[in-house]
C-alpha cells in the first residue's frame, strides 16, 4: 500500500501562495486518486482537491476553485496542490490521501488509509 508525506506548508501572508507536495514514500502514485483534504482550527475535516489516478481530471471545492490547482508528476511520484491568493480562512492543517475523487464531497479518504502528519498553512499579516 502507497505510504504518503506531505510538506512545504508554511506562514504566507493574505494573498500569498504556497504549492504543498504529497509524495510516496513507499509505493506508486501513478494508478491513485489522490485529495487533498484541510482540517481548519475548531473545524471538521473536509476534501478541498482531488486528482484522479491515469488522465488526472481535477475536482475542487467551490471554495478554493480558481485559487488552488492540483497536479500529479508521476516521474517524481509526488502530488502538489498550488495555492494562489491565500486567505485567513485557509489556515488549516493539510492532508493527502488516496482514495476516491467525487462529486459534491470532492474527495474520500480510503478506509484502509491512516492519516499522515499532514503540513501546516498559517495565512495571516
Known amino acids: 500500500q502507497v505510504q504518503l508525506v506531505e510538506s512545504g506548508g508554511g506562514l504566507v501572508q493574505p494573498g500569498g501562495s504556497l504549492t504543498p507536495s504529497c509524495a510516496a514514500s513507499s509505493g506508486t502514485l501513478t494508478h491513485y486518486n489522490i485529495g487533498w483534504f484541510r482540517q481548519g482550527p475548531g473545524k471538521e475535516r473536509e476534501g478541498i482537491s482531488c486528482i484522479t489516478g491515469g488522465p488526472g481530471w481535477p475536482y475542487y471545492l467551490d471554495s478554493v476553485k480558481g485559487r488552488f490547482t492540483i497536479s500529479r508528476d508521476n516521474a517524481k511520484n509526488t502530488v502538489y496542490l498550488q495555492m494562489n491568493n491565500l486567505e485567513p480562512e485557509d489556515t488549516a492543517t493539510y492532508y493527502c490521501?488516496?482514495?476516491?475523487?467525487?462529486?459534491?464531497?470532492?474527495?474520500?479518504?480510503?478506509?484502509?488509509?491512516?492519516w499522515g502528519q499532514g503540513t501546516q498553512v498559517t495565512v495571516s499579516s
Open positions: 490521501a488516496p482514495g476516491s475523487c467525487v462529486s459534491g464531497m470532492v474527495a474520500a479518504k480510503a478506509p484502509y488509509f491512516a
